[in-house]
């Protein structure tokens, strides 16, 4: 059986073990404090051409959204998320164990838009109400799509005229980054959002989330929230490590865009076969409609989740590449798909 379910089945990058384990039995300060997390902030920093901000390492996405967002956020202020958005979904109430309401979205794309948030404020009118405070986006998002600059670049006016904050999720920032379709650099980010964080779990790394604060306001005591909520790791090296060799040079990159190649070669693949998606992801995801028997038959040698039914003789599997994907199983998929087709 292989794995097309998600993008972290495989452990880490061969190259980020090797660091891990010629830094083994150096002695380093603990908490993010020691000399390599020290190198791998700066160097993020340089990347993001922003000195000005403050770059927090946690182990994981859900970890970090949950004590970011409950960090820069009131008692009575809430969250305006796409109605498929992570934190809305697939976090187990995360954030509402935080005491913070999420305030959910329609949306056909994944994406949101200026008017979805001043629809969301215009519903929300006074003290009998929570107020959205903190506006959140995946970029990719849970569908795949992206987030082009200047629908970006909209988000962020609209968010500063209503003195709202504007987070991103970026557990999948390096296939946006990568994508074909995609108009913005890593510095971009640093300048239209309050924070956003840099997914490593997804791209190659053991684990890690590089949470990236660009709002003085939500810079103060951070640490202690991350204590609280049980973030901050007593082995920070762990995190530091990992990050300074993804960013030492172009590896995040190169690894991000074999996975996009990789779902681009499927997409090829599916299509020839005559198939359809459900819904345009540029990304490392991929969303197509399949009839049910083709699923079944696919799913004697291939794991992948059945996202979603369409009717009674299809449904849209989603398919997921990663920066280990093997470019014959790639192959071999699409043969055996177009073989069940005929």
């Given amino acids: 059986m292989y794995s097309f ?169 390096g296939s946006a980054l990568c994508s074909e379709e995609n108009d913005m650099e890593l510095e971009d980010l640093g300048k239209l959002v309050d924070a956003f964080y840099i997914g490593g779990t997804k791209n190659g790394a053991l684990m890690g989330e590089a949470l990236v604060i660009c709002r003085d306001s939500l810079k103060e005591d951070f640490r202690f929230h991350i204590k609280q909520k049980g973030g901050l790791l007593a082995k920070g090296r762990l995190l530091g490590i990992q990050f300074l060799e993804l960013f030492r040079d172009d590896l995040f990159f190169e690894l991000a865009k074999h996975a996009n190649d990789m779902a681009k070669l499927l997409k090829v693949g599916i299509s020839e076969a005559g198939y359809s998606f459900l819904t345009h992801s540029p990304s490392n995801q991929i969303f197509p409609i399949l009839p049910n028997g083709v699923i079944e038959k696919l799913q004697e040698k291939y794991l992948f989740y059945v996202w979603e039914k369409i009717d009674d003789e299809s449904s849209a599997i989603r398919l997921v590449t990663s920066w280990a994907t093997k470019e014959e199983k790639v192959l071999e998929f699409n043969e055996d798909l177009h073989n069940v087709n005929c």
């Fill in 5 to 173: 379910k998600n993008d972290y089945s495989e452990g880490v990058h061969p190259r980020i073990l090797n660091a891990l384990m010629e830094s083994n039995m150096e002695q380093l300060e603990g908490y993010g404090e020691d000399q390599y997390t020290r190198k791998a902030i700066a160097l993020l920093k340089e990347k993001i051409k922003c000195e000005d901000i403050d770059i927090h390492l946690f182990s994981g996405g859900t970890q970090t959204n949950l004590t970011a967002i409950s960090a820069f956020l009131r008692p009575h202020e809430a969250v305006i998320a796409a109605d498929t958005g992570h934190i809305l979904v697939h976090e187990t109430g995360a954030i509402e164990a935080t005491g913070h309401k999420i305030i959910s979205i329609d949306v056909s794309d994944g994406k949101l838009n200026s008017e979805n948030i001043k629809s969301a404020l215009y519903a929300h009118t006074d003290e009998h109400m929570v107020r959205p405070k903190l506006v959140y986006i995946s970029n990719p998002t849970e569908m795949g799509s992206i987030y082009s600059k200047d629908e970006l670049e909209q988000l962020s006016d609209c968010c500063r005229a209503h003195k709202l904050f504007l987070y991103v999720d970026g557990a999948r920032i």
